[in-house]
Every structure is written in structure tokens, then in C-alpha cells.
């Protein structure tokens, strides 16, 4: 079946400009989580969503940074005001309401910010 | 404190040969999971092998094995026989908290990643 899909899967914008970001999980997942992969931090969990529960948003650098969960399914990611240290690959997985829930990643969005 | 420690950035192995990755965790919690991943050159981070830390025998999926030591803290992920699309980084990340499905307990912290070589 289809996996994860992100898009776009490249985002160049200027500093100071909003940026949104999607992430469609796997069809039947309940549980959605965004990560961050950059050089200098290594992989950083930024949010996660099961189900219609409140999500968990301890991870989330500052408040330019936002997400949403539609219906269960689709996720956006919003920078707000973009400054160059967002730079970096974001990563969206979906896992199973399984005790193991391996988490499976999307190819990420690549986004540069000038 | 780190959470995961992989204590090697790059690490060469030649085909067919077995080559061990080393992981080692730190953890308050008596029930956690511990995870292995690929991360080709192409990005994709692609799951492996689970360890739950109640799991009495050691997790294998096909030429993976985890090899868990539990009274170490330790996840070491074995590759038997490698092969040269076996080249790529190794992130080892583990989920604190049991079966809660909601709240904190299901995040993923990764440690910094092994690069593996795959030499002819």
C-alpha cells in the first residue's frame, strides 16, 4: 500500500516568510508524529497527534511553529516567520495503535531557508 | 544525559562479512521500546528491527538482529552477511513509556547515527 508522502518535498523561502508543510500518513494510521533532522541537532521530535486526543507539542522549538491534524488523516506544519536556523529536513512518520507503533517516515520536506 | 549513544560515527565492514552497531540507552522507565533505522543517501528513514524491554529473546528480522542486553542498557544491531546496498546510517531511537497510547510516551529520541560502509 501507499506509505507516507510529504510535499513539497523541497521548499526554498526567505527569512521572515511562512512556510507550510504536509504530510499525508499511512491510511489507517491513528498516530501522526513531525520530526526535525538538521546537521547540528541530529533528529528532534517536534509534535505528535493519536487520534482525537490533545496533541503533544513539548517538542516544538517556539511558538512560530504550529500543526494541525484534519479528520484524522492530513497534517500540516507551519513556520511562522522563517528564520535560517529552521533550515532542515522535516520528517513526517504514522504509526499503528499497536503496542509495538514502529513508526514509518515519510521522504521529508527539505526546506532552506535564505 | 544522552538518552541514546552511538559511540560510532562511520564504520566500514566488507561484503558478506557480519558487522555489529553499537547502541547503548539510558532509561528510568521499566517498560520502553528500542528501534533500529536506515537512512539511505536518498533520505528515506526506513524501520528495521524492535525490541520491546520486556521481550525475553533477542529481535531478529531476516539478516538483522538485535542483540539486547538489558542489565547494559545496551541494543546492538548485528548485520550478517552485508551487502553493498547496506551502505547507508544507522539511527538507533527508543520510546520511553509502555503501552500508553496517548501523551509523551510515544515520541521517538534518536541517537546522532552510524554511517556504514560497505566495502568489496
Known amino acids: 500500500g501507499a506509505g507516507v508522502s510529504q510535499s513539497p518535498s523541497n521548499k526554498v523561502t526567505e527569512k521572515g516568510k511562512d512556510v507550510e508543510l504536509r504530510c499525508d500518513p499511512i491510511s489507517g494510521h491513528t498516530a501522526l508524529y513531525w520530526y526535525r533532522q538538521s546537521l547540528g541537532q541530529g533528529l528532534e521530535f517536534l509534535i505528535y497527534f493519536q487520534g482525537n486526543s490533545a496533541p503533544d507539542k513539548s517538542g516544538l522549538p517556539s511558538d512560530r511553529f504550529s500543526a494541525e491534524r484534519t479528520g484524522g488523516s492530513v497534517s500540516t506544519l507551519t513556520i511562522q516567520r522563517t528564520q535560517q536556523e529552521d533550515s532542515a529536513v522535516y520528517l513526517c512518520a504514522s504509526s499503528e495503535r499497536t503496542l509495538r507503533r514502529e513508526q514509518f517516515f515519510g521522504p521529508g520536506t527539505r526546506l532552506t531557508v535564505l | 544525559a544522552q538518552k541514546i549513544t552511538q559511540t560510532q560515527p562511520g564504520m566500514f565492514v566488507q561484503e558478506k562479512e557480519a558487522v555489529t552497531l553499537d547502541c547503548t540507552y539510558d532509561?528510568?522507565?521499566?517498560?520502553?521500546?528500542l528501534f533500529w533505522y536506515k537512512q539511505p543517501s536518498s533520505g528515506e528513514m526506513i524501520f528495521l528491527i524492535y525490541?520491546?524491554?520486556?521481550?525475553?529473546q533477542n529481535a531478529t528480522e531476516g539478516r538483522y538482529s538485535l542483540n539486547f542486553q538489558k542489565a547494559r542498557k545496551s541494543a546492538n544491531l548485528v548485520i550478517s552477511a552485508s551487502q553493498l546496498g547496506d551502505s547507508a546510517m544507522y539511527f538507533c531511537?527508543?520510546?520511553?513509556?509502555?503501552?500508553?497510547?496517548?501523551?509523551?510516551?510515544?515520541?521517538?529520541?534518536f541517537g546522532t547515527g552510524t554511517q556504514l560502509k560497505v566495502e568489496l
Open positions: 532509561t528510568s522507565d521499566q517498560s520502553y521500546g
Open positions: 525490541q520491546g524491554s520486556y521481550d525475553e
Open positions: 531511537a527508543m520510546r520511553e513509556g509502555g503501552v500508553i497510547l496517548t501523551g509523551g510516551g510515544n515520541k521517538l529520541t
